[in-house]
């Protein structure tokens, strides 16, 4: 009684086996391997509704021996040949994976490079057409103070003037922030001193900042992300630290550009903090489409370490000014 019990059970898990199998066989474009493994399981359902056959019915209905021999056999043949074919369902999927990836690579350089294209032309926007207004302007007041006028008229002028003066300050930060003008014409050592020169904190946080780079330049996309970078990791030290210093190192060897950045703030938990914003996934997909490495480690109360490598490939295209 158990044994028949067992061989219904047996039965029910084969057919569900084989109804599955075969069902999946159309995702799996028909491949041949799994065609295999699918008629496999099918036999072996027969077999087992054989054998409780053999275990419930009378001798007439009993079945001879050969025949589960030879389905054994066929289940045998299919399983192993099977195998030797499932290969090319890794290979498939591990294809559709490398495809998965190319694709989220490509859209990724596409919207960092669409982005820098439309910082760009917002700045030489504000250049070229907000500011040479309101220089015009500030040249006209000018020329009125040079008029008698009155004192109360001219401390009016005198005011406006230096409101406009702001103006004009202001958007020349704006501009070159969207679009830094020293990393476009004098590459990427001299837009990242002059960013650090520029900061309104670094008087509150000391900045050292040591390069080997020269007059290197190195392909647009390299420049831009791996500048964009530095200053993230040093805006989230000034903002979120706490900490007095910051040591950061931008050095060539050979074909690997690389950045060792440290703060002595008060430190977070890296894998809490990359789904909260999108300060270090930002900084991590950057460097992952330049095909580069990021590796960040902070504990509290022991600051921040980056280090971020990045192979020049040909593609890259290092050059001397």
């Known amino acids: 009684m158990v044994l028949q019990i067992l061989l219904i059970i047996s039965i029910i898990l084969q057919l569900s086996a084989a109804v599955i199998a075969i069902r999946l066989t159309r995702m799996t474009k028909y491949n041949f391997s799994w065609i295999l493994f699918t008629i496999a399981l099918t036999v072996m359902s027969i077999i087992r509704c054989g054998e409780y056959i053999q275990a419930v019915g009378d001798k007439e209905l009993r079945l001879p021996t050969d025949f589960f021999v030879w389905l054994g056999v066929g289940t045998s043949l299919c399983f192993a040949v099977g195998v030797f074919y499932v290969q090319k369902i890794f290979k498939y999927i591990g294809r559709a994976e490398s495809q998965r990836r190319l694709t989220e690579k490509r859209l990724l350089n596409t919207v960092l490079r669409t982005e820098e294209k439309e910082r760009l032309h917002f700045s030489k926007e504000l250049h070229d057409g907000l500011g040479p207004l309101l220089s015009s302007a500030k040249m006209s007041l000018s020329a009125l103070k040079r008029d008698g006028i009155l004192p109360a008229n001219r401390e009016i002028i005198d005011n406006t003037t230096y409101v406009i003066e702001e103006a004009i300050r202001s958007l020349r930060e704006i501009s070159n ?128 370490h980056a280090n971020i490598t990045v192979h020049l490939r040909p593609d890259h295209g290092k050059r001397k000014l």
Do not use: W
């Open 177 to 304: 922030n969207l679009s830094p003008h020293i990393l476009n014409d004098f590459g990427l050592a001299r837009g990242v001193g002059n960013f650090i020169a520029k900061l309104p904190a670094k008087g509150q946080m000391k900045i050292n900042f040591s390069t080997n780079l020269k007059a290197e330049r190195f392909d647009t996309d390299v420049e831009v992300i791996l500048y964009r970078v530095i200053c993230e990791l040093i805006n989230n030290s000034i903002k979120h630290s706490g900490g007095t210093e910051i040591d950061l190192k931008l050095m060539l060897n050979g074909d690997i550009l690389s950045v060792v950045y440290h703060d002595n703030g008060k430190g977070f938990n890296p894998s809490a903090m990359m789904d909260v914003g999108m300060g270090l996934s930002n900084i991590t997909s950057r460097i992952s489409s330049l095909k580069g490495t990021c590796n960040i480690e902070s504990s509290k109360g022991k600051g921040m």
